[in-house]
């Protein structure tokens, strides 16, 4: 059986990083651009190593919502301008943390209201502004990126949080 790797992932109840680092270590059996289950179940059973996610837990359980690239794309679309501007710098930066979870970034808030978003190819500094216009920034990026993959993956299942399609939304003016 071949599975996508989202479909994987959720399969064996990993983050989708896990299975791309399972990927990139040839612990798994790639058919194209899905991977062989089977294979990969006989290639771990032939191991006497037991497979990483035998001691994982799943950091994805708040993802309920189960919904194609694409359609979620066009979720976040359909919240935008309907989600209140944060108030606080704790809401702000709750927005941004949850905005970055759904893509598996790493976020860190510095001392200056600067924001570093970390996607574990690239690191992007947000720093010129207030936390308010940084945030909008890296929430920005983090939208071009949702934008970029829903157009190259458009049909790839998913697992979605409410919160991360809330945090992705453009806020009301």
């Known amino acids: 059986m071949l599975m996508s790797k989202a479909a994987y992932a959720k399969h064996r109840g990993v983050s989708r990083q896990t ?21 990969t179940e006989r290639q771990r059973q032939g191991s006497d190593n037991p ?26 679309q359909a ?41 574990g190819d690239t690191v992007h500094y947000f720093q010129q502004y207030n936390l308010m216009q940084n945030a909008e920034l890296a929430i920005g990026l983090l939208r071009r990126e949702v934008c970029y993959v829903a157009a190259q ?4 299942l998913d697992d979605w949080s409410s919160e991360g399609l809330r945090a992705l939304a453009e806020w009301d003016r």
């Open 153 to 156: 993956c458009t049909n790839d």
């Open 79 to 119: 919240k935008d301008g309907k989600v209140p501007r944060p108030t606080t710098d704790e809401s702000i930066e709750q927005r941004v943390r949850h905005a970055a979870d759904e893509l598996n970034w790493s976020v860190e808030f510095l001392e200056d209201e600067g924001i570093y978003l970390d996607d």
């Open 51 to 76: 497979g990483p996610e035998d001691t994982t837990t799943n950091p994805w359980a708040h993802r309920k919502l189960e919904m194609t690239w694409g359609d979620f794309w066009k979720a976040v």
């Open 19 to 39: 299975v791309y680092d399972w990927i990139a270590k040839n612990e798994v059996v790639m058919s194209g651009t899905k991977i062989d289950v089977e294979a």
